[in-house]
């Protein structure tokens, strides 16, 4: 039962995290993540006390810890490799989705900023796109470069992505998020050498 339950309650997260990434935090109400999920509305109050706020913040954490892992693992080898498995990522979801979904970190960034029931998964976020920056510059300046240097380019790589990805599901292409990519392998092989 209580795997029942824990494999329930993570279905409406990533329900929810879907739900953002596509039309928003403001356009998504519990109702509708419930029905997404195929879950019942009271079962997610059971789940989630703090209703909407509670489940945009989980799902805002998960999908952050999810690519901050896969991150993780390829800056391993190099940073150009983390590059590109972000990069790649974020193009997989754009084409996977026909350019409907995004990251739904950017949609709790942008969509929440005077609410004041959604600060907690707009600190989630802003604490993910730091780890995200951190992970990227830490990789930098192992092979090389400057703390300076690194910050700077960490910085450029996550807000060019998340920019290349609003344009891209704007223009229904993955045509800005192929510039930014050339663009910043360049700078990243650059910076390295």
């Known amino acids: 039962m209580a795997k029942e339950n824990t494999e329930a309650r993570g279905r409406m997260v990533l329900g929810a995290a879907d739900m953002i990434r596509r039309r928003g935090l403001a356009a998504t109400s519990i109702r509708e993540l419930a029905k997404h999920a195929g879950a019942p509305l009271g079962?997610?109050?059971h789940y989630f006390p703090g209703g909407k706020r509670q489940l945009a913040t989980e799902a805002v954490r998960v999908t952050g810890d999810t690519v901050t892992e896969a991150l993780r693992r390829e800056l391993e080898a190099g940073p150009v490799e983390?590059?590109?498995?972000?990069?790649?990522?974020?193009?997989?979801?754009?084409?996977?989705?026909?350019?409907?979904?995004?990251?739904?970190?950017?949609?709790?960034a942008?969509?929440?900023?005077?609410?004041?029931?959604?600060?907690?998964a707009r600190t989630v976020a802003a604490e993910v796109f730091t780890t995200w920056r951190t992970l990227l510059a830490r990789?930098?300046?192992?092979?090389?470069?400057?703390r300076t240097d690194a910050d700077r380019l960490a910085a450029?790589?996550?807000?060019?992505?998340?920019?290349?990805?609003?344009?891209?599901?704007?223009?229904?292409?993955?045509?800005?998020?192929?510039?930014?990519?050339?663009?910043?392998?360049?700078?990243?092989?650059?910076?390295?050498?």
């Open 43 to 45: 079962s997610t109050y």
């Open 82 to 108: 983390g590059l590109h498995t972000f990069l790649e990522h974020w193009k997989s979801v754009l084409i996977s989705t026909d350019f409907q979904a995004g990251c739904p970190l950017l949609a709790v």
């Open 110 to 120: 942008v969509e929440s900023g005077g609410d004041d029931d959604m600060q907690d």
């Open 139 to 146: 990789s930098l300046r192992a092979h090389g470069v400057k």
């Open 156 to 193: 450029l790589i996550v807000t060019a992505t998340e920019g290349a990805i609003a344009l891209c599901r704007a223009q229904r292409s993955t045509e800005p998020l192929e510039v930014v990519a050339h663009t910043l392998d360049d700078l990243v092989r650059s910076a390295i050498s």
